[in-house]
């Protein structure tokens, strides 16, 4: 090690150094510090990411895939802990005989060409190292650093300093390589059982740690409140200790000041002043205590350690905030270990959300395994929890370990309504979707959990933009509202943005907002004639509601005026208490007048535009217009204005009647649906009825009738109704669907056209 730590510092003798596996954030850092001492630097990965990319424009050689020719000529091959041998890079290195170093030795072998300073512990080392290397870096020291994620306020994972002689490290205990390191000054956060895929038991990881603190040359930094730690370090001549109490380094008088952190620091007894911190949660004032105690040991000022991280915001996905509006907050963190989890949920709850939503991500099937009660335990600080599958990492699973494993545990130990959602690509979907005003929902877990996140957290902005256009609060929403409990056929994937104007000028604002950014629109009454695939629908779906649009009122020769979202039952109602006919075929049609409107729905040889005496819609330029019947052409099922424009309110007309009458002709329309139409969930008639005869009796000669996919069957009361039997899914419906048109088509030459509109995509688009 030493003989290449000397080569790695000779500027004159640059090597050639490959990195197998450059794209993982350990790797990359490694990857910069070998640039900034001058070496020729090439890597490989199995894609290219945006980090490779901005790699490549610091100088790095950057191939993909993995290829034996890539570590042609190299000096020194070091590849990531995720290699294997059978790596094309990792065995033509082999078997050319170049030098092979796993990622810490080579990080060794750099942190020992300088005074290392390294930060170690079962979890919170990358906030810390980067906040020990920040306050250094304020404090004048210029030291290097290397840390395990992006850090915004040091402009990088990892930098080489020509200057300074200091270099801050975070040290990886999870495959025992921390036994290898050095250091001049060494930190110890704290030592759980971790990584017990590699390691034995606790016994095992504190000889790693015991190791490590034996090679430490200056002083060793220790968390009094951490038993493990106290116990290994508190005995030794070279340590220095912090805590709440009883330490070297303490910290009282700790305020939460929502989103951040302040604290009083004193030293053996002396108080040397008071910090804020950029960060909020008690587990970070431990941290920056550790920082501080470090700073010290390096002789920093204390008053440029503490403008230090005032200014500190932070790691990327350590309680890293993603949205914050008014009524949300989006928060991400790497958290992955039942004491990682239990601190986060500390400092989510000291924010004092409504409600504390949480999406945990299980890293590594051994970790859910064994700490499968721990995280059922800690996970009860939240209000609500979904539980993804696990993030394997580079394991094998393991038959009956999942999400469902922690979801089970949970329920052993409380009452905190809990989730899996085993597919992560669709769990924002229903995340998103249970959200409330006033929520705090944190996604937890070191694999990709943040994308879950960050979907909800764009789409989030969108939906609080738009209800904004109405403060007064014409428009209500959701996000990835499920359509299936929009439409009468009872299936259906989310819509992503589900808004419900109340009056018309906020529909008009919020069409004019989707169409300016290009987001699609589409508006659903009460789903009646609608079949929505089960990947849901893009965009915006409107359903107006409420207000103006659920207005009905009576006017002077027979004229009843009804807004969009007036249900038919309901106009035929109100027209019958008026003693005005000619509504009744409306009593047994489940849709409201805007769908009417735009399908020209019908029943008993009547259609709606033959009752309809003006219609008030927007139009495409999002102005709102008045147009008389005479000026709207209306075919079977078909009105292509309404297609282009959307319907908001319509006069209709029938003539004064005797309540006997109206009553009579409400009971026809009744009898005949009720001994015609099934009871179970469909979207009324499926087929319009082509020209040889009624689709029902087509169906119904074929042979039809009572055929199925899956839980969708066509009736056996009547052969053009399609109905879920409970449980079905689009997908079944879709399929019976094309069945009987293809039947009908090659047994009598017959096209069938649906009558109900198919929308939507077969999987999500969003």
Not at 612 to 625: M, P, S, W, Y
Not at 666 to 693: D, I, L
């Amino acid at each position: 090690m030493n003989e290449l730590s000397q080569r790695l510092m000779d500027p004159t003798l640059p090597l050639r150094v490959h990195l197998i596996g450059v794209a993982g954030s350990g790797m990359s850092g490694l990857a910069l510090l070998l640039m900034g001492m001058g070496h020729r630097v090439s890597g490989s990965d199995r894609v290219t990411t945006a980090e490779t990319e901005r790699m490549q424009r610091e100088g790095l050689m950057f191939s993909s895939p993995h290829t034996a020719e890539a570590v042609k000529d190299a000096d020194l091959v070091v590849y990531s802990s995720a290699i294997r041998p059978e790596n094309p890079s990792y065995a033509a290195a082999s078997a050319a005989g170049i030098p092979l170093l796993r990622r810490a030795e080579c990080l060794a072998a750099i942190l020992h060409t300088r005074k290392g300073v390294l930060v170690s512990g079962t979890h919170g080392k990358t906030t810390t190292s980067s906040m020990t290397a920040h306050v250094l870096r304020e404090a004048g020291l210029q030291p290097s650093h290397y840390v395990g994620a992006e850090i915004p306020i040091l402009g990088s994972n990892a930098k080489w300093s020509q200057d300074g002689e200091y270099m801050v490290a975070e040290g990886d205990e999870s495959d025992g390589t921390l036994a290898i390191y050095r250091p001049e000054h060494a930190v110890i956060l704290n030592i759980e059982a971790e990584h017990l895929d590699f390691y034995r038991d606790l016994d095992h990881i504190r000889e790693v740690f015991t190791k490590m603190a034996n090679q430490t040359r200056g002083s060793l930094v220790y968390c009094a409140e951490d038993p493990v730690a106290r116990e290994l370090c508190s005995k030794r001549a070279n340590t220095i200790s912090y805590g709440w109490s009883d330490a070297d380094f303490t910290a009282s008088d700790v305020r939460d000041l929502r989103g951040s952190s302040a604290f009083t620091v004193t030293k053996r007894g002396k108080v040397l002043g008071d910090i804020e911190l950029g960060i909020p949660g008690r587990h970070n004032v431990l941290n920056a205590l550790a920082a501080i105690a470090l700073a010290d040991a390096c002789g920093a000022e204390f008053s440029l350690v503490a403008r230090a991280l005032a200014a500190f915001a932070g790691a990327k996905r350590r309680f890293e905030t993603r949205y914050l509006s008014a009524n949300f907050r989006i928060v991400d963190d790497y958290g992955h270990h039942p004491s990682e989890l239990a601190a986060t949920l500390q400092t989510a709850r000291s924010l004092n959300p409504k409600r504390l939503v949480v999406l945990f991500q299980p890293h590594r099937y051994t970790r859910t395994q064994a700490l499968a009660d721990d995280f059922g335990k800690v996970l009860q600080a939240a209000d609500l929890v979904f539980i993804s599958d696990v993030y394997a990492a580079s394991e094998t699973p393991i038959p009956g370990v999942s999400g469902q494993t922690l979801v089970d545990a949970m329920a052993r130990h409380g009452k905190v309504p809990a989730k899996f959602l085993p597919r992560l690509d669709k769990a924002h979907h229903v995340v998103g979707n249970a959200l409330q005003p006033g929520d705090l929902l944190i996604t937890l877990g070191a694999g990709n959990v943040h994308e879950a996140g960050s979907r909800i957290a764009r789409d989030l902005k969108t939906l609080e933009e738009i209800k904004a256009l109405a403060p007064s609060g014409g428009i209500d929403g959701k996000l990835y509202e499920p359509m299936g409990r929009h439409t009468t056929l009872l299936v259906g994937g989310p819509a992503q943005f589900w808004l419900e104007p109340h009056d018309f000028e906020s529909m008009a604002a919020m069409v004019a907002y989707c169409r300016e950014r290009g987001i699609p629109v589409r508006v659903v009454g009460r789903g009646s004639n609608l079949l929505v695939r089960d990947g849901g629908i893009r965009g915006a779906v409107i359903h107006p509601s409420g207000g103006a649009f659920s207005e009905v009122s009576v006017g002077a020769n027979g004229e009843i005026t009804a807004g969009a979202g007036v249900r038919l039952k309901k106009l035929a109602s109100v027209a019958a208490a008026a003693g005005i006919g000619g509504f009744e075929w409306m009593e047994g049609i489940p849709g409201n007048v805007g769908g009417a409107l735009r399908m020209n729905a019908g029943a008993m040889g009547i259609e709606t535009f033959d009752q309809v005496r003006r219609v008030t819609f927007l139009d495409e330029d999002g102005t709102i217009r008045t147009r008389e019947r005479d000026a709207v052409i209306a075919h079977y099922r078909n009105v292509p204005e309404l297609r282009r424009n959307f319907a908001l309110q319509a006069v209709f007309f029938g003539e004064p009647d005797t309540p006997e009458n109206i009553q009579s002709r409400w009971n026809e329309s009744r009898g005949k649906r009720k001994s015609s139409q099934p009871v179970m969930a469909s979207a009324g008639c499926t087929f319009k009825n082509p020209q040889e005869m009624p689709a029902g009796k087509l169906i119904d000669t074929l042979g039809l009738k009572g055929s199925n996919r899956g839980k969708a069957a066509v009736s056996d009361v009547h052969g053009n109704f399609i109905v879920n039997q409970g449980g079905a899914t689009a997908s079944d419906l879709l399929q019976l669907i094309d069945s009987i048109r293809s039947t009908a088509r090659n047994e009598r030459g017959i096209e069938l056209e649906t009558e109900v509109k198919i929308i939507g995509d077969d999987e999500a688009q969003f």
